[in-house]
């Protein structure tokens, strides 16, 4: 069966430290994968995607994840977290880069001062 | 250029009334998607249309539900009658062929 899994539900991160936020997945096919990011009030926002090619994927906001096929494993870092990197965070797979995708359970962010 | 939006953004009803919920993709958008969560659980896929026709609708989760997608431009999801347990966060997104799933903020559903 096809699942997401993010195992860290709830993270909290100093401003100026770094982040990683860990997704696996079990996928029969070769797997697109997508980390999205929920704002408060705001609708989810690709932060970066992963089709094919170079296995670390650099994305919007300064993140980057990297796609490790032995491991399943599609998890997300930045090197230095921001106050406004405060959210919910999404890991999510797809047959293609137009179906349906399927979500983790998210991962949520909060940043100290 | 507008993104997805979806209307209203809250709304309460009481089991056992219906309640429509809009999503306007963004312009020229083939795909559109809907998708669900339900408190505490994950984002979960209801269906995908192309154009005006019905691609996927594995998600829906019962005929309770009634999605539609009017000369293949804005889409309505009918919930008709609500119970308890559709109370979530509704999400539609639309993309282009070959692009990735640009999301609306979502529609919060509270069934009392």
């Known amino acids: 069966a096809q699942s997401v899994t993010q195992p860290d539900i709830h993270i909290t991160v100093s401003e100026g430290a770094s982040l990683e936020l860990r997704c696996n997945y079990s996928?029969?096919?070769?797997?697109?994968l997508f980390w999205y990011v929920q704002s408060p009030g705001q609708g989810l926002q690709l932060l970066l995607k992963y089709f094919s090619g170079d296995t670390l994927v650099q994305g919007i906001k300064g993140f980057e994840a990297e796609f490790k096929r032995s491991q399943s494993s599609f998890n997300l870092r930045k090197p230095s977290v921001h106050w406004s990197d405060a959210a919910e965070y999404f890991c999510a797979v797809g047959a293609g880069s137009w179906g349906k995708l399927q979500f983790g359970a998210g991962t949520q962010v909060v940043v100290t001062p | 250029e507008a993104g997805v939006t979806q209307f209203p953004s809250h709304s309460v009803i009481e089991k056992g009334q219906t309640v429509t919920l809009r999503c306007d993709p963004i312009s020229g958008h083939d795909n559109l998607y809907w998708y669900r969560r339900v408190m505490g659980k994950e984002i979960k896929f209801l269906l995908h249309f192309v154009k005006e026709s019905k691609q996927d609708e594995s998600g829906m989760p019962n005929n309770r539900f009634l999605a539609e997608r009017t000369g293949g431009t804005y889409s309505t999801l009918k919930v008709q009658p609500a119970e308890l347990e559709d109370s979530g966060v509704y999400f539609c997104?639309?993309?282009?062929?070959?692009?990735?799933?640009?999301f609306g903020p979502g529609t919060r559903l509270t069934v009392l």
């Open positions: 997104a639309s993309s282009q062929w070959g692009s990735e799933q640009f």
């Open positions: 996928y029969g096919a070769t797997p697109y």
